[in-house]
């Protein structure tokens, strides 16, 4: 697969480098030059299929140049272990739920198979890698499940002292081997600010082959193609192709609802996108308006979709071309604030028995308000409710049941190298331990 770069189509890469690479070398994010229109069969067939099939079938098309079929076969292996099943509220709403991973968030698709990627990478080419990353909860837990135990490659994680979660910072400072969690005296913004030091730094460079995890990174977005691809095949199996499908993404970063994007240049039979936000509803005001004003941004019950400036809004402009009518004529945007959420758990909690997490509970409202008579509509469950007990607890109390991958928490000890805000102590963790 050849990549370009959204800042200057003449910056190039094969896929390799781009996932190496993570940000293209001008600062721009790397989009595949074509992406494949799948054929018919395909999507009758995935829908007989399970998960990991269909990943396979779609990854020997676009990859067959850049891995073996060995190497693509163990990536598919390592990354696809847990299904990503629709659950019916009624004939209308269907709930495609991405939290049965390790981290219980749709996150985990994206870090695992870039782990598989990496660690693929690192073994042909003889390296050891060493991945430094930021997080402010999420993305740090699905990042170092991803990579947990694999050989030549070792993970720092970088999170601000007690500003994450207590059930966030368990899932990634107890896997312990080589997952190393450096507790940051400082904000979140500290820890991007040291990652990006770390990668300036001469003596960290001259011992370490060094390689980001962020969301940015391309090979988050391939497997995030697939949940849509064998979803609406198995909707289409069973209601017929009758229907139009209506996907509803609730969305910060935006590279979820991207994903789902390229997967519809590749033929995925959906009729539109809703781009469903909370406050920080930068994407829907562009979608209305036509203008794209970043903004600072705001707390919110859905604390993973608080983005002000979403990192992948570059990438939808560049398969849109820039146009406008064109985006929003695919694309529908809703913003909900939290009375609006709570609400929405407590209701379809009393009407359908089902208990949705915040983000969830946005995506579902952001589906109703544009799915008409007949249509089918899809709803993104990203994350498991048992990750937000607080607000779940006081919302609907007594209804929420801890899954066994929080359990077996419980009782794993926490370990954390403290380091200060400044580039000195991150080194000194970071070359001491080999
Ligand atoms: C990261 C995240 C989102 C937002 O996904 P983007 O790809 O950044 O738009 C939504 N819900 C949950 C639970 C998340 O962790």
Redesign the pocket.
Known sequence: MRLHSTSDNKVTADFRTAVKQGLAPDGGLYMPDSLPVLPDTFWVDAGKKDIASVAQHVFDTLLKDDFSDAERKEIVDRAFTFDAPVVSLDDTFHILELFHGPTL???DFGARTMAAILSVIAEKEGEKLTIVTATSG??GAAVAHGFHKTPGVEVFVLYPRGQVSPLQEKQFTTLGDNIIALEVNGTFDDCQRLVKACFSDDQIRAQKQLSTAN?INIARLLP?MIYYMHAVSVLIAEKGSGNPIVCS??????????AGLMAHRMGLPVDRFVAATNCNHVVPDYLEEGEFIPKPSMRTL?N??D?GN?S?FDRMQSLYNHDHEAMSRDIKGAWFDDFQTQSAIVDIWVKHGYLM?P??AVGYLGCREYLQEGETGLVLA??HPA?FPESIEKFVPGALETPEQLKRLADRDKKSIPVSAGIESVRDAILRVV
């Open positions: 968030a749709f996150k999420d993305t969301s995030q993404v609730p969305s910060g970063n935006f590279g979820n609802l991207t859905s993973a979709m983005v979403p992948n997490d983000h969830t990203t994350a990750k």
